[in-house]
């Protein structure tokens, strides 16, 4: 590796480079709105890092809030960094470049603080591709102490056990506020102790495995005191014979049993002053979080579980930043985010307000996470204004009305067909539908009932508008993800997936379909590393040793590295993916607290064996452990501000159970009991106009 | 469907393209012309039909690696509007990078840009050790053959042309800085037949030195 090059030094090298690597504008900066400031003017330097290419990172809005949190602060700066791609990475190889920011072209060891986002899992080999490239150890305890503190954020930090080696720090839970939490505990322990090279520590425990010149330790206590911050290296698991976890315990006073991740009470403001890149990036677009959080509690969904409570934006708000975005931007398109818009309690104001002030700007306006309804067709019609209607997308998830009730997704067939049936009459030539194989009680007829489900949407297509109907189906595979009910579950096995797979490109086919799949390596890839333990921190390194990176590419993938590195190991990937855990085992990330609580989600996941559907918990909150935990925030909030009940005597709210009482229960899964409750009702909407 | 309203004013604009900008693509270049106009909020008149897009015509689009001193391009505008507001408002909302210089009136009627585009002049400054001399004898060469067959790459095959009809003149231009030789060249840049920079270049031999290539002017 190169000395040390300076920002000069970086620019000769991309001149020399750029015209020789695809969209060289990747590495360029100098976007519009993005932030330069006087390096030698700030006291902290932070990198933000998204370890993927520029193209997906760019649309990555968690770090474009911090970017512009950290950079409004004006002794902070924050600068972007993403991975390269392999013909950048091969040159900077060959010229023993070292990593570097976009915004001033200094080396990632001259900042302060790298923080990554890890929004998923296959994304791990690459942060060690990125440290690597960055002339840093990879490892978190080989780092001296003028090294940059190495953070990471995002759900995929949910189970922090699997990458807990490379990092110092990881954030549980939502960044904007602790990140300055880090930062100046950061700048306090530099201040105090120094971070010259020569500097011994303090502090020296007789307990801690580190080797005791490590210089990092009175850090790592510090940063263990902040609530939401994990630190990895001062907890230490212990293990039964049969491999599992007998326990996860904490190595350091300073160091929590359990940590707790951070909400904010309200959203935070909006960012507006988007980076305009100047090349195509996977969502060239501006977004706006009109919602955090969602109450449908889908049992598959990590997201549905981890990000609650609900929280909505105002509707003022969101028209405000609006106009802001367009004006600082220029964008074309805005993406009005939530994980169910449907729910979003202001979204027909909200879109009749942005189509009156924007519509004849030519603004397109995406409202992803629609429910399968005919009010989701209204929106979508007022959105689309004399523009092409191309694409319609939903996402039923399961193709027969008892699998939607096992995972707790309950919507008729009846009820899609019928909007199908609106979609196609109103001038949408194509609908895609989304699907996920391997759910638990999965059977072969509900694989079949995909590739019916196809046909029949199809076929009402036709109808209307004949040839020129399109259905197109993706379908994804199952990962049962930690916190959520699915969490005990077993990845189905490669032979019978992709078995499924086959059969449903014979089923759908023929003009005007379209069939999509994900392979189940890549599922599985996906599995062992989200449900893993700290044992995976060899095997992911040694993997990318092997050349494993862009694990998420399909044209880069990698298997038999991974394979490889599980031999290596003595591990063995299925013993991770494919096996069902007992509901009493100790989990890899049972010290992270969701506010979810165990019982809630042990109760869920046997709801979902007896097709027992459970309410939108804005009917009914079930108890599952958010609104205690974070009672003083929901005191501080207003009454309408949350999903979860307000607190407080003679507050008008839902009724609370502290079991959560089943809406129904399928009659096929469970008969007897079904009986005792009334008949198949969908969640929300219709249950307010019924008795309750 | 709303309707169209008729355009009322062409703008013809003329700019420059350096720096960062080398590195984008024309079609990107062309959103981020899109996007400073929006943000301008200049009366942009649209396409009618679907997919409604700003009525923005460039004459040629700068191949990759290329800046561009006196780039061309038409805007048409739903309300009239004085060129210099149009530019100062413009510029105002441009990255650095790209800069409008000129800004007059056109014929509403005009004829595309595009089409009426001749030829171009082109400026390449390479990093070679070969004297003037050496040089002056290879544009003379180039110039005297009746036949140059090239490869161009087109959707991902490789295409054989003859590049000498393409190259109209060449002109050894002097020694801008020490070690950088100057080569001006006038091209054949109309809709059917463009002759690029880099393959003359290639053609002399000078392709691996290649520092610095600017399109100076269109002729139309």
């Known amino acids: 590796m190169m000395n040390h090059p300076t920002p000069a030094d970086i620019s000769g090298f991309l001149e020399r480079t750029l015209l020789r690597v695809q969209k060289p504008a990747r590495y360029t900066g100098g976007e519009l709105n993005c932030v330069v400031k006087d390096w030698d003017a700030v006291q902290q330097r932070i990198a933000l890092a998204f370890p993927d290419i520029y193209d997906l990172g760019m649309s990555n809005l968690g770090l474009a809030i911090l970017y512009d949190q950290i950079n409004q602060r004006p002794d902070l700066l924050a600068e972007r960094v993403y991975a390269p791609w392999l013909d950048m990475e091969a040159a900077l190889r060959a010229a023993d470049m070292p990593l570097f920011s976009l915004e001033t072209r200094h080396p990632l060891t001259d900042f302060d603080v790298i923080g990554f986002s890890l929004p998923y899992e296959q994304l791990y080999t690459n942060v060690l591709n990125m440290l690597d490239l960055a002339g840093l150890p990879l490892r978190a305890a080989e780092r001296s102490a003028q090294h940059p503190l190495v953070i990471a954020g995002g759900s995929a930090c949910y189970n922090p056990e699997p990458m807990h080696a490379f990092f110092d720090a990881l954030v549980i839970g939502e960044g904007e506020e602790v990140i300055f939490e880090i930062l100046a505990t950061y700048e306090a322990w530099k201040q105090e102790v120094g971070t010259h090279a020569n500097h011994e520590p303090e502090i020296q425990d007789a307990v801690t495995p580190f080797p005791l010149s490590n210089h990092r330790l009175s850090l790592w206590q510090r940063l263990a005191r902040l609530r939401g911050v994990y630190v990895p290296h001062l907890y230490a698991p212990s293990y039964h014979p049969d491999g599992t976890l007998a326990q996860i315990e904490p190595l350091d006073e300073a160091a929590p049993p359990v940590v707790t991740k951070r909400i904010l009470p309200t959203m935070p403001p909006p960012v507006t002053r988007f980076i305009v890149p100047f090349i195509d990036t996977v969502h060239n677009r501006a977004a706006i979080e009109i919602q955090r959080g969602c109450t449908r509690g889908c049992r598959f969904c990590q997201a549905g579980m981890i990000f609650r409570p609900v929280r909505e934006r105002p509707v003022q708000e969101v028209l405000e930043a609006v106009d802001a975005i367009i004006a600082a931007t220029g964008y074309e398109e805005i993406g009005l985010l939530s994980l169910s818009s449907s729910d979003y309690s202001g979204v027909a104001e909200l879109v009749e307000a942005i189509m009156t002030r924007h519509g004849d700007k030519k603004l397109s306006v995406g409202l992803p996470s629609l429910r399968i309804e005919s009010f989701s067709v209204d929106l979508m019609e007022q959105l689309a204004r004399g523009r092409r209607r191309s694409g319609f997308t939903f996402a039923p998830e399961a193709a027969t009305d008892r699998l939607r009730d096992v995972i707790n997704k309950p919507i008729a067939t009846d009820d899609l067909l019928r909007t199908a049936e609106e979609v196609f009459s109103r001038g949408w030539t194509s609908i895609k539908l989304y699907f996920m194989i391997g759910h638990p009680t999965q059977s072969l007829e509900d694989v079949e009932a995909i590739a019916d489900l196809a046909q029949a949407v199809m076929k009402i297509g036709r109808r209307h508008i004949g040839g020129k109907a399109k259905v197109r189906v993706g379908v994804s595979t199952l990962v049962p993800k930690p916190h959520t009910p699915f969490q005990w579950v077993p990845v189905e096995d490669v032979d019978t997936l992709n078995a499924h797979i086959r059969h449903l490109q014979e089923r759908i086919r023929g003009k005007g379909f379209d069939f999509s799949w994900n392979d189940p390596r890549d599922t599985l890839v996906e599995a062992f590393l989200t449900r893993g333990d700290r044992r995976l921190a060899v095997v992911i390194e040694r993997a990318w040793q092997l050349g494993a990176k862009f694990d998420a590419w399909q044209d880069n993938r990698n298997f038999a590295a991974w394979q490889q590195a599980f031999a290596e190991a003595g591990l063995d990937p299925d013993w991770?993916?494919?096996?069902?855990?007992?509901?009493?085992?100790?989990?890899?990330?049972?010290?992270?607290?969701?506010?979810?609580?165990?019982?809630?989600?042990?109760?869920?996941?046997?709801?979902?064996?007896?097709?027992?559907?459970?309410?939108?918990?804005?009917?009914?909150?079930?108890?599952?452990?958010?609104?205690?935990?974070?009672?003083?925030?929901?005191?501080?909030?207003?009454?309408?501000?949350?999903?979860?009940?307000?607190?407080?005597?003679?507050?008008?709210?839902?009724?609370?159970?502290?079991?959560?009482?089943?809406?129904?229960?399928?009659?096929?899964?469970?008969?007897?009991?079904?009986?005792?409750?009334?008949?198949?009702?969908?969640?929300?909407?219709?249950?307010?106009?019924?008795?309750? | 469907m709303e309707a169209v309203v008729a355009p009322q004013q062409r703008l013809r604009i003329t700019f420059s393209q350096q720096g960062a900008l080398r590195y984008v693509g024309h079609l990107d270049v062309v959103r981020t012309w899109e996007r400073a106009l929006r943000r301008a909020g200049v009366p942009l008149a649209y396409s009618a039909g679907f997919n409604p897009g700003p009525r923005l015509f460039f004459a040629s689009g700068l191949p990759l690696g290329t800046t561009g001193r006196a780039e061309i391009a038409d805007v048409v505008?739903?309300?009239?509007?004085?060129?210099?507001?149009?530019?100062?408002?413009?510029?105002?909302?441009?990255?650095?990078?790209?800069?409008?210089?000129?800004?007059?009136?056109?014929?509403?009627?005009?004829?595309?840009?595009?089409?009426?585009?001749?030829?171009?002049?082109?400026?390449?400054?390479?990093?070679?050790?070969?004297?003037?001399?050496?040089?002056?004898?290879?544009?003379?060469?180039?110039?005297?053959?009746?036949?140059?067959?090239?490869?161009?790459?087109?959707?991902?095959?490789?295409?054989?042309?003859?590049?000498?009809?393409?190259?109209?003149?060449?002109?050894?231009?002097?020694?801008?800085?020490?070690?950088?030789?100057?080569?001006?060249?006038?091209?054949?840049?109309?809709?059917e037949a463009t002759g690029r920079a880099d393959a003359v270049l290639t053609a002399l031999g000078l392709g691996e030195s290649v520092a610095r290539i600017e399109r100076v002017q269109l002729i139309f």
């Open chain 1, 576 to 692: 991770y993916a494919r096996r069902g855990r007992l509901l009493d085992e100790v989990l890899p990330w049972e010290h992270i607290n969701t506010g979810v609580s165990k019982e809630f989600l042990t109760l869920d996941y046997m709801n979902s064996l007896k097709g027992a559907v459970v309410d939108d918990c804005r009917e009914h909150c079930y108890s599952c452990g958010i609104l205690g935990l974070f009672r003083h925030d929901r005191r501080n909030v207003p009454d309408d501000a949350w999903g979860c009940p307000a607190l407080g005597r003679g507050k008008a709210r839902q009724p609370v159970d502290i079991r959560p009482v089943p809406l129904y229960v399928n009659s096929e899964m469970a008969p007897e009991l079904a009986a005792h409750y009334g008949p198949r009702v969908p969640q929300r909407s219709a249950r307010r106009e019924g008795s309750d």
């Open chain 2, 77 to 191: 505008l739903n309300q009239p509007m004085e060129p210099a507001a149009f530019m100062a408002a413009v510029n105002a909302q441009m990255p650095p990078d790209l800069r409008l210089l000129q800004v007059e009136e056109a014929p509403l009627k005009s004829p595309a840009l595009q089409a009426i585009l001749q030829a171009s002049l082109w400026q390449a400054d390479v990093a070679t050790t070969l004297d003037e001399a050496t040089l002056q004898a290879r544009l003379t060469a180039f110039l005297a053959s009746v036949e140059l067959p090239a490869d161009k790459r087109r959707k991902g095959r490789q295409v054989s042309y003859d590049l000498r009809p393409l190259v109209l003149d060449l002109r050894y231009l002097g020694e801008p800085e020490t070690g950088w030789q100057r080569i001006g060249m006038t091209l054949r840049s109309a809709p």
